[in-house]
């Protein structure tokens, strides 16, 4: 049987309002890596200036500020720097962002598992939550 250390990972840009994320999102994320549902790879802090520079906050220097103390990402670094510039472009200057890579803990059961059985996952789309919820509640008035 294949065993995978990683699944596959994902990226996220999470934006904010002014120059620095509000720290309770990050306790929210802190809790579901407790829980085991995810596992937390990188974490890349990002500010756009009002003119469109973009800063790169190191996490050790603002871990405390942000919720994060004592946080140590499992493979930092893994959000490369050509992977951050893309993601910076889309952010409004005056805003700040968190490019999260996580792990899916079932996203590598699943993987390892058709692996055993000799598939493999061969492509995945995400649809959002708010184009799945807006679907589903169609559904619904349909069915009804």
């Known amino acids: 049987m294949n065993d995978f250390r990683f699944g596959p990972a994902e990226f996220y840009l999470v934006g904010f309002e002014g120059e620095r994320p509000d720290p309770a999102t990050f306790g929210a994320l802190a809790d579901l890596a407790?829980?085991?549902?995810?596992?937390?790879?990188?974490?890349?802090?990002?500010?756009?200036?009002?003119?469109?520079?973009?800063?790169?906050?190191?996490?050790?220097?603002?871990?405390?500020?942000i919720g994060l103390a004592g946080f140590a990402p499992i493979a930092s670094g893994l959000a490369g720097e050509e992977d951050v510039e893309v993601l910076a472009e889309t952010l409004e200057p005056g805003r700040s962002a968190a490019v999260i890579v996580l792990e899916l803990a079932f996203a590598r059961t699943l993987a390892q598992n058709l692996a055993a059985a000799g598939g493999q996952v061969l492509r995945s789309e995400r649809v959002p939550a708010p184009v799945v919820n807006a679907m589903m509640d169609i559904l619904d008035q349909e069915g009804e």
């Open 34 to 65: 407790e829980s085991g549902v995810v596992r937390i790879l990188d974490i890349v802090l990002l500010s756009k200036a009002p003119t469109g520079e973009v800063e790169i906050l190191e996490l050790e220097d603002d871990a405390e500020a």
